[in-house]
């Protein structure tokens, strides 16, 4: 089901109110009573930030930048606007002081986005602690799967640590909390990017104790072949069940996104990371974020240029298990 985009051929690009995308608002989608299958939003919230904070101005950023998102993927063979029926809803409420009030609000924001069924929900960040939230309301419209639902985490952290300055969710934790509340299956969990320095040598444990899959970015440098085969490896397991798929913008590498938070050397490059999504090009996705964008450590914009496009791949790794 098509997209009512504007030609930026005719419309220019740089003119106009800058919704994701250029797609339409979603009130204005249900206005005509169309159906929506992707509904983008933003979560301007960082209070679950550990270092450099600044991520609640992610949305506003990844959508300025998105103007200059366009919808056809050559490598993919997929027209985005063609292929579904997207919308911008806009920014949820946050609850700025408070962590573990912020998921629920979100959550119930979320909640009321679109049809139940049809419905998927890409959340763009804020910090990272804002997936659980995402997390929670793409494992209900999933039909609430009892093992959880299969995850792909993009990341230069595992974020299964369990409680930071007193506090159980902050952006370090989303994963520890998705898996001890069932939405998120740890046994397909993959994971791609982690890299240290770590606090512990035994920071990773729990992850891996929990049966994800962790990806680090030394096997990626050292033998991407092994990589590909773990990816082929992962979607064999997955069937044809739907995924989530979670990209932390601190997967990359700071010299191609130093607008991050709590950034650390030695990540993707944005061609390594189109790269990797290309890999998972067919799987059917359940929702759906990019997160920790901090517009403020990057005065050139590339780390919010780099998330709109990486959040425009992702949407066409769904499209590539819909076809026409
Ligand atoms: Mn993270």
């Given at each position: 089901m098509p997209t009512d985009l504007p030609s930026g051929r005719e419309r220019p690009r740089f003119s106009g109110l800058p919704t994701f995308m250029r797609l339409p608002e979603l009130d204005r989608v249900r206005a005509e009573h169309q159906p929506v299958e992707w509904c983008i939003y933003g979560v301007p919230f960082d209070g679950g930030t550990t270092y450099h904070p600044g991520a609640r101005f992610g949305p506003r950023a990844v959508r300025d930048?998105?103007?200059?998102?366009?919808?056809?993927?050559?490598?993919?063979?997929?027209?985005?606007?063609?292929?579904?029926?997207?919308?911008?809803?806009?920014?949820?409420?946050?609850?700025?002081?408070?962590?573990?009030?912020?998921?629920?609000?979100?959550?119930?924001?979320?909640?009321?986005?679109?049809?139940?069924?049809?419905?998927?929900?890409?959340?763009?960040?804020?910090?990272?602690s804002i997936a659980l939230a995402n997390l929670r309301v793409a494992w209900q419209r999933a039909g609430r799967p009892s093992s959880g639902l299969p995850l792909i985490h993009i990341d230069a952290h595992l974020d299964t640590v369990d409680v930071i300055w007193g506090e159980r969710y902050g952006h370090g934790s989303f994963l520890i909390r998705a898996i001890e509340e069932g939405v998120v299956d740890p046994k397909r969990t993959l994971s791609l990017g982690v890299r240290g320095p770590l606090n512990t040598l035994k920071d990773l444990d729990f992850g891996r104790e929990a049966g994800i899959t962790v990806v680090g970015m030394s096997r990626w440098v050292e033998d991407r072949a092994s990589v590909a085969a773990i990816i082929q490896e992962f979607r064999a397991r997955l069937g044809d069940d739907e995924c989530y798929l979670t990209l932390d913008i601190d997967a990359c590498d700071p010299s191609c996104a130093p607008g991050t938070g709590t950034p650390v050397s030695g990540g993707f490059s944005a061609a390594e990371l189109f790269l990797a999504l290309r890999w998972l090009a067919g799987i059917r996705l359940a929702g759906a974020d990019v997160v920790e964008v901090c517009p403020s450590r990057d005065p050139q914009g590339i780390t919010a240029l780099l998330a709109a496009q990486a959040a425009f791949q992702i949407l066409c790794i769904d499209a590539a298990a819909h076809p026409e």
């Open positions: 930048a998105s103007q200059y998102v366009k919808p056809c993927s050559p490598e993919l063979g997929i027209d985005l606007a063609q292929r579904f029926s997207m919308a911008d809803a806009g920014d949820s409420p946050v609850a700025a002081y408070s962590c573990s009030d912020n998921v629920g609000l979100v959550q119930d924001f979320a909640s009321g986005l679109g049809d139940q069924d049809l419905t998927r929900l890409l959340a763009i960040g804020g910090d990272h």
